[in-house]
């Protein structure tokens, strides 16, 4: 009789440990924390009056403008450039407190009459493609040393592939971070909004005869002539 209750005791004991083992070993896992907002894109400050940019034009009772920056990426710290992509600030306007669910999609542009009009693209494309043209390579002033890959030394005879310097990652996040912050904001707004959209074309501004932005929404439809 006392061995068995020596064993039960045991058990008992051995079945406690197991339990504070287990709660140790697996404590439980807190959800996610989520952080709200983290890639919305809040635009920037609408103008006085559309009649302050380069073009307007109303759709129903709702007025948008628009001026064409070319491939220049204009942010209210600094001015930037991209080679692949060229960009609109856009703006809407309307009565007081109105209010108008906005979207990317519904607008497009349309370069040198041609028949398919281009489509906007997401900001995380367009941010790898960004410049800052004050930027320059901390040994841009300094003379490049020739090459001496061959067995005499006398030189690689110059057919080395120039890799082009990068800017530093730091730089790189404060210039993307100001774009972002600059970007043509989406969903239910109220009245006026600003903000920039982005286009792929990769040829010189210069070529470029006549351009029309057009915006298809909620609003109705309507053309905005821009000037090149």
Not at 7 to 18: F, K, W
Not at 128 to 140: F, G, I, S, T, V
């Amino acid at each position: 009789m006392l061995r068995r209750g020596a064993g039960a005791g045991i058990a008992v004991l051995t079945g406690i440990s197991s339990l504070a083992f287990a709660q140790v070993q697996s404590p439980p896992t807190p959800p996610p924390k989520e952080v709200p907002g983290a890639m919305e894109f809040k635009g920037m400050a609408a103008r006085a009056a559309p009649t302050d940019y380069q073009a307007q034009a109303k759709v129903g009772n709702i007025t948008i403008a628009a001026d064409f920056d070319g491939h220049g990426v204009p942010t209210l710290e600094a001015l930037y450039n991209t080679e692949d992509y060229v960009v609109v600030e856009v703006a809407f306007y309307g009565p007081p407190d109105a209010k108008l669910k906005l979207s990317v999609e519904d607008l497009s542009l349309k370069i040198n009459d041609k028949k398919t009009p281009l489509t906007c693209q997401a900001f995380e494309y367009v941010a790898r493609n960004l410049k800052d043209p004050e930027w320059e390579p901390p040994d841009a002033d300094k003379p490049k040393e020739k090459s001496k890959t061959s067995l005499n030394g006398g030189g690689g005879g110059g057919n080395e592939p120039v890799v082009p310097p990068k800017m530093p990652m730091e730089l790189r996040h404060v210039m993307e971070q100001r774009v972002h912050k600059s970007v043509f904001p989406e969903g239910d707004r109220t009245l006026p909004v600003d903000g920039l959209i982005f286009f792929q074309y990769r040829g010189k501004t210069q070529s470029i005869k006549n351009m029309e932005l057009i915006y298809q929404g909620p609003a109705g439809k309507g053309t905005i002539p821009l000037q090149p």
